[in-house]
Structure formats: C-alpha cells, structure tokens
C-alpha cells in the first residue's frame, strides 16, 4: 500500500511540475507590462443650418430617395431636418520589443469622436416667410432636429459602456516576433467597432422610430388643422 501511495504522489508531482515550467503565452507577458489606457469620447454637435432655396418638389425627391420617406401622390412636403452622424475611432498605440523578440502592441489613448454633422432644416421656397404654414413648418422640423440631439444624449453613456467593454475585453495584440502596427490598428479597430456599432445601430433606429410618430398622417392633420386647412 505504501508503494501505490507513493507511485501516486510522484504521478501528481510529474503533472504538476511540467505545468509549473510551461513557458507564459506571449499575451501573459505582454499583459504584465500593459497599463491601462485612458478612453475618451468626446461629442461635438454642429451648427444648425437653414436653406430655402429648394422647393417643394425637390424637397420631396430629397425626402423620397435620400431618407426613405414616403409621400400621398400629388403632395409635396413642405420642409426636411437633414444631419450626418458621424463616428472616428483613434488610437495612440505602444509598441514594445521585449528582449526575447515578442513584441506587444497596446493603446495608451483610445478616442471616439461622435458627431451629429450638417444639421440642416429646409423650408420649401413657394412658403410664405412668417405664414402659418411656414410657422408649422418650421416648428415641425425644429421638432425633428431636437429630437435627434436628445436621444443622441440618451445613448452617450451606453455608448461610452460599450467602448470599455471593447478596450476591457481586447486590450493588447502580442506575437513572438514582430507585430505591424499597420495591421494592429486595424484589429483594434475591428474589435472595438464590433462593440459600439450595435449601439449606434439602435440609437438610429430609434430616432426613426421618434421620427416616424411626428411624421404620421394623424399629426399631419393636426398641424393643418392649426391653420384651418
């Protein structure tokens, strides 16, 4: 009995000893000399526009092939709320060669830019200026833009959640021998937009869905009924 006891413990000892001495992966080593990188989102919104320079007619094809929109036939819309949402993702990446010949690539600053661009609202030409429908108009598509900028603001910080679960889950490229900083931007790139872009898919389909309730025929109606048509 003596003997099966100590065959034994010599067998743990062998499985326990080989892994002791398995060599660290190049992501464990490179991942002691990783330091935290600091995340930034900044927000900028641009300058609201107006044009009213197009009339009706070519608001229409604007709403119709650009956006989507949808128009009674014979009807044309009085006025449009355009912008740009806009994303760019940077990095400052740390390259170091350690002197076994791995290499680490890793961000020390990772930024997203977030924009809402070109915000611009047209107002059909033929519109008398400081009518009642011009009013309405302009009231409506100032509705519009205002609620582009505050479900902007409501996403923001899942937004930001979802940039530090990127940089959280992927925080490092490592190789044993040379790593393209060319191609590790791109990766990061990759991963880090793999996680914000649901995100942005439903800030977007949310503000269509806002967008479509002030859109509706029922609040057409409401509208001209505001200046008795």
Do not use: W
């Given at each position: 009995m003596k003997k099966?006891?100590?065959i034994l413990i010599f067998a743990f000892c062998g499985v326990f000893c080989?892994?002791?001495?398995?060599?660290?992966?190049?992501d464990e080593v490179c991942a002691k000399i990783v330091r935290k990188p600091k995340v930034e989102l900044s927000v900028s919104y641009g300058k609201?526009?107006?044009?009213?320079?197009?009339s009706g007619r070519s608001l229409t094809?604007?709403?119709?092939?650009?956006?989507?929109?949808?128009?009674?036939?014979?009807?044309?819309?009085?006025?449009?709320a355009t912008n740009d949402l806009t994303t760019e993702l940077t990095f400052k990446l740390t390259k170091n060669t350690l002197n076994n010949g791995m290499t680490c690539v890793y961000p020390s600053v990772v930024e997203l830019k977030v924009k809402i661009d070109n915000p611009t609202i047209y107002l059909a030409k033929e519109m008398e200026k400081n009518s009642c429908m011009y009013n309405i108009a302009m009231r409506h598509e100032q509705t519009h833009q205002q609620i582009n900028v505050e479900a902007f603001d409501y996403y923001l910080p899942m937004i930001k959640s979802a940039l530090l679960r990127a940089v959280q889950n992927f925080p490092l490229m490592s190789g044993k021998a040379d790593v393209s900083l060319v191609l590790a931007k791109k990766r990061f790139t990759d991963e880090y937009m793999n996680e914000v872009n649901p995100v942005l898919n439903e800030l977007q389909?949310?503000?269509?869905?806002?967008?479509?309730?002030?859109?509706?025929?029922?609040?057409y109606d409401y509208e001209a009924a505001l200046c008795g048509n």
């Open positions: 099966f006891y100590c080989n892994a002791a001495l398995a060599a660290p992966t190049p609201l526009k107006y044009d009213f320079s197009k094809r604007m709403h119709i092939k650009h956006y989507g929109g949808g128009v009674p036939a014979g009807k044309y819309v009085n006025g449009l389909n949310e503000i269509k869905t806002e967008q479509a309730k002030l859109d509706s025929q029922s609040h």
